[in-house]
Structure formats: structure tokens, C-alpha cells
């Protein structure tokens, strides 16, 4: 058997992360959601500027018209961290978080009397009308557990147990104040299956099952650490998941002997002359991997300027024939926006004119204006 290269993941990678999509209306930029699976969305622009670098042209209003109809859904899932997702993927990403996040509670807030369940079904039903804002989640929450476990839970959340262990329920979906998705903090929360009823509710070994093709299917050859690690499930239930996918899936060995796993049917029609784009704060190129395996497309010392690791936080990056090169930033003063370009050693400076073309789709998706690039040369 052939060993895979270095260039054979990349290469496959990239092809899945930037399908062939015709057009970019809705449809086009909900089957990109599909095609990539749950994005990371801590930061409010992150799903706009996957859609602008994946789909070059996405208009800002198709982006929050989807969010507003309920056809992208933003809501703290998988590892407690906020995702974007369809409607089809929602349920997988809720059914496997809601497992996950029952372990916490019960262990932060030393459950006894009530389980963890029936805390999610009490938010849920508060939130069932209307959206509610964080904080009145969490006042009905605490005043739940001071009646049905004890003062002592309740008291817990707040000083001890951050609050985000009421409002962060898998469950609920998030929205801003307004309809500014690409910048506001979403503080409003509300029942998902009551805006959406027909959204099913898989049991955990199902979910993990349809999370492991989605997650091979976007970023394989994977291993199975990766796999683990995105969707916050331990090793043993991954490991049971694909064995259940059984012909579904395949094994492959690695440049470095090691194992990788992949579908038998591995999505085709994908790009790998892509030019160069501006790719968002947690692109998928590195959180769809564990981390001692984010090298895929940036090598182990510059994989530092990228990723903070003491807080998680993950820059903007660009990619450039195929490789990560650099870091960007939007810099706002006034009615003035620029970007910022800080290169990776040892790439040089990239001229200003090779990013016209990332630059107008950045635009065009978040609807600013940028009035200037600079770039930076890399630190030595």
C-alpha cells in the first residue's frame, strides 16, 4: 500500500475545504456549510469570511438573511465553543455537545437531587417563546437549582461556575441585539427545536457517527485524535463510531507511519489553485485538526504566531498558493478601515496588489470599505 505524502494531505484537504459551488446565492453558500460542516464562530465575522473565502463575492445581506431565517444557526455546541451549522448538521452537533456538556454540570455544580437533563429542559422551556437575553437565562436558572437542588448549586454559578454553564445550553440557538451578525456578541438565546420544530434529536451514538463523515469529509485523511478532538468526544467513542461506519470508512498510512482514516467515498470536484485568500480568525485549515497535527498547511514554528495557545485564540490568516503565510487584521479608526498583513518567516512580503481580489470579497461580505493594505515583513 502507498503511503500517503505531506502533499497528498494537503492537497486533499484543500480540495474539500473549497468545493466547486455554483453561484452565490443562498443555496450556494448553505451547501458550502454542508460541504465544510460545524465552523468555529467565537468571533461574530468568522462564518461571513469563510463563506467570502471559500465562495469569492457572497454579499453581506445573503449571509445575515440566512441567520435571521434560521437557515444558519450559531449556538455553543461542540467543547463548549461556539459553531455555525445548517439545519442538517444542528442536530448532530447538539445530540453529541448535550452529552458532553451533562458530565460538567454534574461535576461543577455537584448535582445530586436534579440530573443535568432536566436543567437543560427547564432552559429550554424558558426560552421557548421568544429570545432571552443571557442574563434573565441565568437568573431563572439559579433560581431553579436554589428550589430543586439547593442554594448551595445555585450560588455556584456566578463566582464559581461561569455562567455560560446556564446560558451555553446546546440547545438554544444565539442571535445578536440586532441584525449586525458579522460584529455584535450574541446575547439573546432561544429554544431551537420551537423556532424549528421539525429539527430532529439523534441519539449521541448516531450523532457522533454522522460527525465523523462530516468531519472526514471536510478535512480528511484525518486521525482519529482529530476527529476526537472536534467533536469533543473521547477516543473510545470515536473509535466505536467508525467501527460501526464500517465499510464507510477507510484506513490509510501516513508519510510518518501514522494511521488515517478517511471515507471510502471522499467528496471530489474541489480547487487547490486558489490564489490567494483571506481566511477567518479560527479557519478550519487548523481547528479542524488536534493540536500537535495543525501542520498541515504552515510549518511547527510559525504555527505560535497564529495560535495563542495560552488563551485559544486563533488570528486571521491568508493562504497563499496553498500554504498559510501570514496574519491579517482589520485596523477601524473613524470611518477609515485598513488591513494589516504580518507575514510568516520565511515568507517574503507579498505585494499589495495580489490581494485585490481577497480584499474586494472581505468587502463585499462584511460591506465596509477598506481604504489601505499594509504588509508587514516577517519577525526574525
Not at 452537533?93 to 432536566?118: H, S
Not at 417563546?129 to 436554589?146: C, D, F, M, N, Y
Not at 440586532?178 to 439573546?188: A, L, Y
Not at 510549518?299 to 488563551?311: C, D, G, S, T
Request: proline share 7%; hydrophobic share 40%; charged share 25%.
Amino acid at each position: 500500500m502507498s503511503r500517503l505524502t505531506e502533499e497528498d494531505l494537503r492537497l486533499s484537504t484543500l480540495a474539500r475545504q473549497f468545493p466547486a459551488i455554483d453561484g452565490l446565492g443562498p443555496d450556494a453558500v448553505l451547501e458550502l456549510f454542508r460541504r465544510l460542516g460545524p465552523i468555529q464562530s467565537q468571533v461574530p465575522r468568522a462564518p461571513f469570511l469563510t463563506a467570502s473565502s471559500r465562495l469569492p463575492g457572497v454579499g453581506y445581506g445573503t449571509v445575515c438573511d440566512l441567520f435571521e431565517e434560521h437557515r444558519l444557526l450559531k449556538t455553543s455546541s461542540l467543547r463548549g465553543t461556539v459553531h455555525t451549522t445548517g439545519r442538517e448538521h444542528f442536530p448532530l452537533t447538539d445530540a453529541v455537545a448535550r452529552r458532553q456538556r451533562a458530565g460538567w454540570i454534574r461535576a461543577w455544580l455537584k448535582l445530586e437531587r436534579v440530573t443535568p437533563e432536566e436543567l437543560f429542559a427547564e432552559v429550554e422551556d424558558f426560552t421557548t417563546t421568544a429570545p432571552q437575553p443571557r442574563a434573565e437565562i441565568v437568573a431563572h436558572g439559579k433560581s431553579w437549582l436554589a428550589e430543586r437542588e439547593s442554594r448551595a448549586a445555585a450560588d455556584l454559578v456566578g463566582p464559581t461556575v461561569h455562567p455560560a454553564s446556564i446560558w451555553g445550553h446546546s440547545g438554544l440557538i444565539r442571535r445578536p441585539r440586532d441584525t449586525r451578525w458579522e460584529k455584535r456578541t450574541d446575547i439573546f438565546h432561544q429554544r431551537a427545536r420551537s423556532v424549528l420544530p421539525d429539527l430532529p434529536l439523534p441519539d449521541f451514538d448516531a450523532a457522533l457517527q454522522g460527525l465523523v463523515r462530516v468531519h472526514l469529509g471536510a478535512y480528511g485523511p484525518a486521525q482519529r485524535e482529530d476527529i476526537a478532538f472536534f467533536s469533543g468526544a473521547g477516543l473510545s467513542a470515536v473509535d466505536a463510531a467508525v467501527t460501526v461506519l464500517g465499510d464507510e470508512v477507510v484506513r490509510l498510512r501516513g508519510h510518518d507511519d501514522v494511521e488515517y482514516l478517511d471515507l471510502a467515498e471522499p467528496p471530489v470536484g474541489g480547487s487547490t489553485d486558489l490564489g490567494l485568500r483571506l481566511l477567518p480568525e479560527f479557519e478550519g485549515l487548523l481547528v479542524g485538526f488536534q493540536g500537535r497535527n495543525r501542520f498541515r498547511f504552515l510549518n511547527e514554528h510559525q504555527l505560535p504566531k497564529v495560535w495563542a495557545k495560552v488563551n485559544g485564540l486563533f488570528s486571521p490568516v491568508v493562504l497563499h498558493d496553498g500554504r498559510l503565510v501570514a496574519s491579517w487584521k482589520t485596523i477601524t479608526k473613524g470611518r477609515r478601515t485598513d488591513i494589516e498583513v504580518s507575514m510568516l518567516d520565511p515568507h517574503p512580503p507579498l505585494a499589495d496588489d495580489e490581494f485585490g481580489d481577497a480584499v474586494a470579497a472581505t468587502e463585499r461580505v462584511l460591506d465596509l470599505t477598506i481604504t489601505d493594505i499594509r504588509v508587514r515583513a516577517a519577525e526574525r
